[in-house]
Each structure stands twice: as structure tokens, then as C-alpha cells.
């Protein structure tokens, strides 16, 4: 089956430490995002990718970086993770040009700060 | 700007009975709508959308909802709900590369 995929599910970090999280998709679709959400709020978008092009969220911190190698994998980088980085994080997928605004989710990684 | 409204933050229902989420949007275009549903520690799973004809949708695991243009109004509805639909439930409007969702109702379900 075709899906999103999000590995690793659980990461603990320790505070300051990078970390990288991974969002692989097989449907092959040309928009990938990255939300963060926390314990219970509404995710919130940090950033996407149309195609190679990045799309930053005007409020997202400095802190979260993205990658996108090729059409098939993400990656979200913490360059220094603060305690308040503790979350889930969601990466999604979706077609962009068939005018339904449709996401895609993976399962989520939770992130632990120590 | 976009933005949806779930007036309700928690929602307590016994099993068997019915259940009804509100939800409320605010989009200047045509909405394109969404529900899903996020069991604890899990990604989110979409229920059912809504792009543009019949206004009454039907969605996974039973669960349906009704657009009301008049009212910007999503509501999510089951007829009989079952202790394992017991989760948090996100309404969203789609905008251009982006969703926007609701705070989320959290639906609690008592034997």
C-alpha cells in the first residue's frame, strides 16, 4: 500500500543535542510538510516542500531546519533542541495541482527532551 | 484568513448513543473540508471530506457529515458510538499548501 512513512516513532534527545527526524512516502506525491504538535493542541505547520522548493512558516523558529534530498524523503533537523521542542512531530504528503488541498499523514515521531 | 472553530473542547457520550462535533469555518473561497481522527500517540486518520457536491458525506468507521454553506458549518455525526472511537477529532479547511485546523475535540465514551 502506498503511505508515509516516519521513522524513527519515538526519539529521545537530550537538550542542545541535534537530531534528525525521517518522513519517507511511496505515493510519490510533490508536496511534503512538517508539523509539530503538542500535547493536545492542533498540529501546526512548520514547514513544506513543492517540489524542491522550500516553504518556510513565517513563525517558525530559526532552530528547525528541513531537507529533501529527492521526491521520496524529508528529513527535519533540530539544530539545538530546547525542552519546549518536546512534541509529536507529523510529517504529511500531497499532490498539489489536483486543487483539493488533501494531506496525507504519517504515523508521527514523539520527540523527548531531556 | 482561514480558520475553524471546534467549540467543543471535550465531549462525554455513553456507548450506543449518538454523537454530534461541531465544527465551524471560516474560508472566503469554496471550502474544500476535512475530518480526522487521532487516537493517542498517532498520526492522524482522515474520516471523510468534503470537495463539492452532495452536501451529506459519508465517512469511514460510520461516522458521516453534513456541509452547511448557510451556517460555514461541518458538523461531524455517528449515529451509534463505539468505546474504540474514543479520540481526539480535528476538523480542517484546505488552503493552498496548507490545512488549517480546529483546536480538536477530544470524545470520551462511557459504558
Known amino acids: 500500500d502506498a503511505m508515509v512513512i516516519q521513522n524513527p516513532r519515538y526519539q529521545v534527545t537530550q537538550f542542545g543535542k541535534p537530531v534528525t527526524l525521517s518522513c519517507s512516502q511511496t505515493?510519490?506525491?510533490?508536496?511534503m510538510y512538517w508539523y509539530q504538535q503538542k500535547s493536545s493542541q492542533a498540529p501546526k505547520l512548520l514547514f513544506h516542500?513543492?517540489?524542491?522548493?522550500?516553504?518556510n512558516e513565517a513563525d517558525t523558529p530559526d532552530n528547525f531546519q528541513s531537507r529533501r534530498p529527492n521526491t521520496s524523503f524529508c528529513f527535519l533537523d533540530i539544530r539545538s533542541p530546547g525542552l519546549g521542542d518536546a512534541a509529536m512531530y507529523l510529517c504529511?504528503?500531497?499532490?498539489?495541482?489536483?486543487?483539493?488541498?488533501?494531506?496525507?499523514f504519517g504515523p508521527g515521531t514523539r520527540l523527548t527532551v531531556t | 484568513a482561514q480558520s475553524v472553530t471546534q467549540p467543543d473542547i471535550h465531549i462525554t457520550v455513553s456507548e450506543g448513543a449518538s454523537l454530534e462535533l461541531r465544527c465551524n469555518y471560516s474560508?472566503?473561497?469554496?471550502?474544500?473540508l476535512f475530518w480526522y481522527v487521532q487516537s493517542p500517540g498517532q498520526g492522524l486518520q482522515l474520516l471523510l471530506k468534503?470537495?463539492?457536491?452532495?452536501?451529506l458525506v459519508q465517512g469511514i468507521k460510520g461516522f458521516e457529515a453534513e456541509f452547511k454553506r448557510s451556517q460555514s458549518s461541518f458538523n461531524l455525526r455517528k449515529p451509534s458510538v463505539h468505546w474504540s472511537d474514543a479520540a481526539e477529532y480535528f476538523c480542517?479547511?484546505?488552503?493552498?499548501?496548507?490545512?488549517?485546523f480546529g483546536a480538536g475535540t477530544i470524545l470520551r465514551v462511557k459504558s
Open positions: 505515493l510519490n506525491h510533490n508536496v
Open positions: 474560508y472566503g473561497a469554496t471550502p474544500y
Open positions: 516542500y513543492y517540489d524542491k522548493d522550500f516553504n
Open positions: 480542517a479547511v484546505g488552503a493552498p499548501n496548507k490545512l488549517v
Open positions: 504529511a504528503t500531497s499532490r498539489a495541482g489536483q486543487g483539493n488541498y488533501e494531506q496525507y
Open positions: 468534503y470537495f463539492s457536491g452532495d452536501t
